[in-house]
Each structure stands twice: as structure tokens, then as C-alpha cells.
């Protein structure tokens, strides 16, 4: 069975940094891109990262780009999420989520969640 | 970025009906468009993928169509664990987008 467990949440100030960490199980990570989804509060979904299974190449959205960084340690079948500079609009619930094999182009299962609280 | 309109925000059923989610994308992206429901405080699941294929475990009434701008999230006969926000995905290009969502809810 597929699990992915985050954690690593929590309230921080702006400013400040946080990391996010994704324990996957259940499948072989090392031949999986992942990502970052979050969810602000009463909000929709938007995609903030993804990584390539060897993690040769991130994608990132503008808004974290120079701000978060997308990593992963297949050894110990992990992802993570460094996030600097956290701004107010970072306040969100993180979704880990694994793309499909073939395409990449769809999450096929997602953890759920963790929970980023950026106030002073 | 390629912004997806999902409509109706809210859509009011009574179970047993059958609906038509509309999710419309700013430019045209062939069938690069995937479905999701989210329930209340729970992750989201997916549904369809490319626009109309289906995903083992998912209730058969689920079906998706369309290609280009025009997608449709259908459901037939709504059931009572249905009501829930539905979202469609993007996929053509970076960044990847969401629809904003459609909430299911009884009449």
C-alpha cells in the first residue's frame, strides 16, 4: 500500500524558514518524480514543486522560486520541502504527491497534508 | 499560466441525479486534463485522468469528456458520498493549475 506521511508543520514567523519532510512507502521511490501541492485555507489547490526520481531537475512555481527548495533522499525514501523567507501567503495545508510513472502529468496519490502557519 | 474556470461554483443536487461539472481552460490543451474530489478535511483523490480515462477503484457512474478548452466532470445518479468539491488539473504546461472547484452539495 502506497503511504506518504508529512511532516514538519507548524507556526513559524515570517521571516523564518521551515522543512517539510514526506516518508514514502509502499512503492519505489527512487523511480518516482514527487511534488508539493498546497491548499490555503477555504482555498483551492495549487502546485508548488516537483522533482525529478533522481532529483537531477526541480520545477517550481514562480511565487517560491529563490525561496523554497524541492529535495529528496532516495536512501531514505523522502522528500523534502526547505522553505526560506516564508511570507504570510505561504499559510497553507502541504500536500506531498507522486505523479504518475509514464507521464508525470497527474497525482495518483497524496499524503494528508501538513499543516504551515506563517504569523507573527 | 494557463487558468482553468470551473462552473458552476456550487451545484445543488438531490441524490439520484445526474450532473455535468464544466471546467473550461484559457487555451487550448488537448486532453492534458485531470479530475479530482476532495471531501471535507480529507486529501484529494483522483477520479479521471486525461480527460476521460478512467482509474481503477473509481464508481463507474464517474466519466469525464471534452478536449481543447471544454471539459465535463460527469456523474451519473449522485450518491450520497459524492457530496464533496471536484477540481480539475491542467498538465499541458508548467506551472501545473487547478481549477478553482465545484462544491457538490444536497439540495
Known amino acids: 500500500e502506497v503511504q506518504l506521511v508529512e511532516s514538519g508543520g507548524g507556526l513559524v514567523q515570517p521571516g523564518r524558514s521551515l522543512k517539510l519532510s514526506c516518508a514514502a512507502s509502499g512503492f519505489t521511490f527512487s523511480n518516482y518524480g514527487m511534488a508539493w501541492v498546497r491548499q490555503a485555507p477555504t482555498k483551492g489547490l495549487e502546485w508548488v514543486a516537483t522533482i525529478s526520481y533522481d532529483g537531477s531537475s526541480t520545477y517550481y512555481r514562480d511565487s517560491v522560486k529563490g525561496r523554497f527548495t524541492i529535495s529528496r533522499d532516495n536512501a531514505k525514501s523522502t522528500l523534502y520541502l526547505q522553505m526560506d523567507s516564508l511570507r504570510s501567503e505561504d499559510t497553507a495545508t502541504y500536500y506531498c504527491a507522486r505523479p504518475d510513472y509514464y507521464s508525470g502529468d497527474y497525482f495518483d496519490y497524496w499524503g494528508q497534508g501538513v499543516m504551515v502557519t506563517v504569523s507573527s | 499560466d494557463i487558468v482553468l474556470t470551473q462552473s458552476p461554483a456550487t451545484l445543488s443536487v438531490t441524490p439520484g441525479e445526474s450532473v455535468s461539472l464544466s471546467c473550461r481552460a484559457s487555451q487550448g490543451i488537448s486532453t492534458s486534463i485531470h479530475w479530482y474530489q476532495q471531501k471535507s478535511n480529507e486529501s484529494p483523490r483522483l477520479l479521471i485522468k486525461?480527460?476521460?480515462q478512467s482509474i481503477s477503484g473509481i464508481p463507474s457512474r464517474f466519466s469525464g469528456s471534452g478536449s481543447g478548452t471544454d471539459f465535463t466532470l460527469s456523474i451519473n445518479r449522485v450518491e450520497s458520498e459524492d457530496f464533496s468539491v471536484y477540481y480539475c488539473q491542467q498538465s499541458y504546461s508548467l506551472p501545473l493549475t487547478f481549477g478553482s472547484g465545484t462544491k457538490l452539495e444536497i439540495k
Open positions: 486525461f480527460a476521460s
